[in-house]
């Protein structure tokens, strides 16, 4: 009987061990294999005309993204020289001293910029999550476009090969179009704008309206996009036009809405704000509106096995179901003096109410262990999932503050 209850609580032991070391992380297999990030690469055309603030909007993106914060999330430029370029049109856009902004860009100045975006943990290094492509360009191309000549070059190259083509309307014309009422220019390049947006299958229709800052608390959005329907058929039509995914108009301020850049009463020129500070409003939202759809394939693979990863490994039913059946076996194969071997596992199912209790207590210490693991090194998975939450939370904060640029889905109520 003594041999027998040694044996016993040496396996018992033995499997609480077994239990524990299991609950602490022993990775499940996978069949499966993660998506790779370093082909994780989307590439984003911003198609708007002279002026509608491309550049700008390029470096306030990179601005607001540069350092990660308290998200943990950054993105860094593709080459050091990269980045001392956008460090230099933000010095120019920020210097209070200046009125002056970058200039328009040039031919020459055409580029795809490309960013990684990495996410991190408390501990260890940034892992890439993935990477996007922002291309800027003159917007004089897009007057070559409207008089009908296809574009050529590197521009249609990016045009033709981006994941994402987003329209951009210049907030400064939508905003006189909304005071003063119709302008030549701005039909003209609404028009072209249509145009050139209608002629991509998308399943979601982005457009951007920039500078949001001289429209902010005067007109309302829904306002807005009723007047711009009103404006222009070609623009209502595109909205109306059926689409699986909806659109989403997204209201941008690269410059922010604090006052930074605001109006000399005496002279009417905008000036930037010496005590205001540059708050870039809502720029990270548009790649928070786009990214996820053209990554959702990686993510639902990393979703699944993440879901795999976290699924409990053991429970309290399995722990107390090991021991009644590690119970019984013993039960059956030790002799336990004169009774039978059925005799003997009877007796032993009947103190397994008392395993129970114990096992209960067990379970509790094997839960803890597994709390305790140590913190992972941050993988793609969890990285990307950072990513794609941060982003997300940024378009939440637009939809909160202009609940117009909810995604909208015709006949979708
Ligand atoms: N109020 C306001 N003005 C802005 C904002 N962003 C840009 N601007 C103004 O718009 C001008 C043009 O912006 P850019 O970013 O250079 O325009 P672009 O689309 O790159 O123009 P091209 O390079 O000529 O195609 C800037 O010089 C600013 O004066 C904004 O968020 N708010
Ligand atoms: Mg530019």
Same mark, same amino acid.
């Not at 943990?121 to 940034?126: F, H, S």
């Not at 014309?173 to 119709?182: P, T, Y």
């Not at 969890?382 to 941060?390: Q, T």
């Given at each position: 009987m003594a041999i027998s209850a040694a044996v016993a609580a040496a396996i018992a032991v033995g499997t609480i061990t077994w239990l524990i070391v299991r609950a602490r992380g022993r990775p499940q297999e996978n069949s499966r294999p993660a998506p790779d990030a370093s082909r994780r690469i989307v590439s984003i055309v911003a198609l708007g005309h002279e002026g509608?603030?491309? +550049?700008? %909007? *390029? $470096?306030s993106m990179w601005r607001e993204l540069a350092i990660e914060g308290a998200?943990?999330? =950054?993105?860094? &430029?593709?080459? #050091? /020289?990269?980045?001392?370029? %956008? /460090?230099?049109?933000?010095s120019e856009i920020e210097n209070p001293e200046s009125e002056r902004f970058p200039p328009g860009t040039t031919l020459g100045e055409a580029k795809e910029w490309?960013? +990684?975006? /990495? $996410? =991190?943990?408390?501990?260890?290094?940034?892992?890439?999550?993935?990477?996007?492509?922002y291309y800027d360009y003159p917007g004089e191309l897009l007057d070559e476009m409207a008089k009908g000549r296809e574009p050529s070059g590197a521009f249609a190259h990016a045009l033709q090969s981006a994941d994402i083509v987003v329209g951009i309307l210049d907030g400064q014309?939508? $905003?006189? *179009?909304?005071?003063?009422?119709?302008d030549d220019v701005f039909a003209g390049r609404l028009t072209s704008l249509c145009l050139a947006l209608s002629r991509r299958e998308v399943t979601t229709l982005h457009i951007m309206i920039t500078k949001w800052d001289l429209m902010k608390g005067r007109y309302p959005l829904e306002r807005v996009i009723a007047r711009l329907k009103e404006f222009n058929g070609l623009f209502r039509n595109l909205l109306e036009t059926p689409r699986v995914g909806g659109v989403r108009i997204i209201p941008v301020s690269a410059l922010g809405t604090n006052g930074f850049l605001y109006e000399d009463k005496a002279t009417r020129l905008m000036r930037k704000s010496a005590t205001r500070g540059w708050f870039p409003q809502y720029v990270v939202a548009p790649l928070g509106c786009t990214i996820p759809d053209v990554l959702a394939t990686d993510v639902q693979v990393l979703r699944d096995l993440e879901v795999n990863k976290r699924k409990p490994v053991v429970s309290r039913q399995d722990v107390s179901g090991v021991f009644f059946w590690v119970t019984l076996v013993l039960g059956l194969a030790v002799p336990l003096g004169p009774a039978p071997a059925?005799?003997? $596992?009877? @007796?032993?199912?009947a103190v397994k109410g008392s395993l129970d209790k114990l096992m209960d207590s067990f379970s509790g210490v094997i839960e803890h262990a597994r709390r305790r693991d140590p913190p992972r090194k941050l993988d793609d998975a969890?990285? *990307?999932? =950072? &990513? *794609?939450?941060?982003l997300r939370e940024e378009v939440d904060r637009m939809e @909160?503050?202009?609940?117009?640029? =909810?995604? +909208?889905? #015709?006949?979708?109520?």
């Open positions: 509608s603030g491309k +550049t700008v %909007l *390029l $470096a998200r943990r999330v =950054r993105v860094v &430029a593709d080459t #050091p /020289q990269d980045e001392v370029v %956008l /460090q230099g049109l933000c490309k960013f +990684t975006v /990495q $996410a =991190r943990n408390p501990i260890g290094p940034p892992v890439d999550v993935f990477k996007f492509s014309m939508v $905003a006189h *179009l909304m005071s003063h009422g119709a059925i005799v003997s $596992a009877i @007796r032993e199912i969890s990285g *990307l999932v =950072r &990513a *794609l939450s941060y @909160r503050d202009i609940p117009a640029a =909810r995604l +909208t889905v #015709p006949g979708g109520g």
